[in-house]
């Protein structure tokens, strides 16, 4: 099948209610996005399975959940106030703006006019804010750029709280914000988004092989994600093209239906960090190694996740193209743990009430088991079939007259090959999680 194109995919999540522009009832904001039902289940799913993989299933790894406003301090300390910057050009004839580093500066993309562009000037990219009531410059805050500085401000608090051994992990998801000059691409490049980010505090000495374990660690979830491993690259990014505070970056690119981009990134961010805080804060940062050793200030490897980029990449990885009984049809070939609906359930025919208590009860039953399950009594069979294939439903199960006047069974159909198999309702559980497992 050929690769599928951005458009498809924006049209999909409009149409069945996956991701919707920002304030699209006022002509839209640019650069924001409101996830729908089926889209905040996506994305929870997504995001659970990383905490899951990343923070619960380990015993070195401590969430985090910080204030999105901070203090203007973190922002001056981390570097964020003076470089957090993009190279910005305006058209001199048509007065659109664009990143200098994005386009052929020679030409104008969107009027055609040539040299029109004069030298870049850096944008800072953090959204500024005023807390409280009075508007100057000690009460500037900004939304925060990254989640990063929610993790390393609370290092010391986490450290105080529960000793842990060096190496371990502090993790965090939650919103950042970019006044991105340029937003564009879906979700791809929002203004507002979502991160999922752990700064590992490790010893100097041990960074190389740190790294490397992290690149593998994140290898395996991009494989639990469901994505193709041809269409993943690890891209070493070179020390000019490097953030002011890493020393070794890779980043992980996909193959999205845009080109090849970044998906996430890998760095290994030594003690910029710390040592910046130590310094304008007055407080120590250090480590005290339980063994007596020397004190000192620990290095960090930092793996940064955006959470719309990974649900773009599911998204495409997952949308496939067939053909079942000389129609063409379309669905999301998605892992069953990402799957929004789990399972729907429906009646054959939605005027018979026999049918219709019997759906009830069946999905009850699943409901409390699974959760995300979907009763679905809209139009003729094959059409919901249709629409539960087109948002990634792994099982469809129908009461029909076998089931009340017959042997009992129910259908259970397979979203990828569309067999159908008959099974008795009290098995449906074990034979879901069987086939999903
Ligand atoms: N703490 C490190 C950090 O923030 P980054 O490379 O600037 O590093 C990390 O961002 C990840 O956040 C990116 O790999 C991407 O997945 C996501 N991201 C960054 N800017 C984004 C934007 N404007 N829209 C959507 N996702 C974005």
Redesign the pocket.
């Given at each position: 099948m050929k690769d599928v194109s951005l458009e498809t995919i924006v049209s999909l999540c409009k149409r069945r209610g996956f991701i919707y522009q920002g304030s699209e009832v006022y002509g839209g904001l640019a650069?924001t996005w409101d996830y729908g039902p089926l889209g905040l289940s996506l994305k929870r799913n997504i995001m659970d399975l990383w905490w899951k993989t990343f923070v619960t299933d380990r015993d070195d790894m401590y969430g985090v959940d910080a204030a999105i406003l901070m203090n203007q301090k973190v922002w001056q300390a981390s570097g964020h106030v003076d470089t957090f910057t993009d190279p910005l050009v305006e058209c001199s004839n048509c007065h659109n703006r664009f990143r200098a580093d994005k386009i052929d500066t020679s030409k104008c993309p969107t009027c055609g006019q040539s040299n029109t562009f004069g030298e870049p000037r850096q944008f800072n990219m953090m959204f500024k804010t005023n807390v409280g009531p009075v508007d100057d410059e000690a009460s500037i805050s900004y939304l925060r750029?990254?989640?990063?500085q929610g993790i390393f401000t609370n290092y010391k608090n986490v450290l105080d709280s529960f000793y842990p051994d060096l190496p371990f992990g502090m993790a965090q998801q939650g919103k950042?914000f970019?006044n991105?000059i340029s937003?564009r691409d879906f979700?791809?490049?929002?203004?507002e988004?979502?991160?999922m980010?752990i700064e590992y505090f490790i010893h100097p000495d041990q960074w190389q092989q740190e790294f490397e374990k992290w690149v593998s660690g994140i290898e395996a979830f991009l494989q639990a994600l469901g994505l193709p491993k041809d269409k993943i690259h690890q891209l070493e990014v070179p020390d000019a093209d490097r953030?002011h505070y890493s020393k070794r970056t890779i980043?992980?690119e996909y193959d999205f239906p845009i080109g090849r981009e970044?998906?996430?990134?890998l760095?290994y961010r030594t003690d910029f960090d710390l040592q910046n805080i130590q310094k304008a804060s007055g407080k120590s940062m250090e480590y005290r190694p339980k063994d007596g050793g020397a004190p000192f200030v620990p290095h960090v490897i930092?793996p940064?996740?955006?959470?719309?980029?990974?649900i773009m990449a599911v998204l495409s990885a997952a949308y496939t193209e067939d053909e079942v009984g000389g129609e063409k049809r379309a669905y999301l070939k998605l892992p069953a743990h990402l799957a929004p609906v789990r399972v729907a359930v429906s009646p054959l025919l939605k005027n018979k009430p026999e049918l219709v208590a019997k759906a009830q009860e069946v999905y009850r039953m699943l409901k409390k088991e699974f959760g995300a399950v979907m009763y679905d009594d809209n139009g003729n069979i094959g059409k919901r079939y249709r629409r539960q294939d087109e948002i990634g439903t792994p099982y469809c199960v129908t009461i029909d007259f076998d089931t009340t006047e017959g042997d009992g069974t129910v259908t259970v159909r397979n979203r990828d090959n569309t067999s159908q198999e008959r099974i008795l309702p009290d098995n449906i559980i074990d034979f879901i999680k069987d086939l999903t497992q």
């Open positions: 650069g750029p990254e989640t990063a950042a970019r991105e937003p979700v791809f490049r929002s203004r988004f979502e991160q980010e953030a980043d992980f970044e998906l996430l990134g760095a930092e940064s996740f955006g959470v719309e980029r990974a």
